[in-house]
């Protein structure tokens, strides 16, 4: 199984910036996925999840109202839209998922991960 993050890059605050992230070797609309990040210094922290369906999603606080996750099970890829961009969300940015049907907020109960995308946003 394989996740490969994409989309990331440098942006001013306020802008927006779209990841991707392509999961192949397995059923991919079987589980739920996400997106955490991990800012330097920091643990990894949870940003949001969607279901199987598409439909349900769950997001953290900090990004609530800012970013949007969607799924497109035909192509086996899960998107973040990221809007309004602050420089708190300067992070590493890792997709993730798992075999489970749940919303989930803990990274262990996710079963795969890709490799990170760098994401900065400049004051």
């Known amino acids: 199984v394989q996740l490969q993050a994409s989309g990331g890059g440098l942006v001013e605050a306020g802008g927006s910036l779209r990841l991707s992230c392509a999961v192949s070797g397995r059923a991919f609309s079987s589980g739920a996925a996400g997106w955490f990040r991990q800012a330097p210094g920091k643990e990894r922290e949870f940003v949001a999840n969607i279901g199987t369906n598409g439909i349900s999603t769950y997001y953290a606080d900090s990004v609530k109202g800012r970013f949007i996750i969607s799924r497109d099970n035909a192509k086996n890829t899960v998107y973040l839209q990221m809007n309004s961009l602050k420089p708190e969300d300067t992070a590493v940015y890792y997709c993730?998922?798992?075999?489970?049907?749940?919303?989930?907020?803990?990274?262990?109960?996710?079963?795969?991960w890709g490799q990170g995308t760098q994401v900065t946003v400049s004051s």
């Open positions: 993730a998922a798992t075999d489970r049907t749940g919303l989930y907020s803990k990274s262990y109960l996710y079963d795969y």
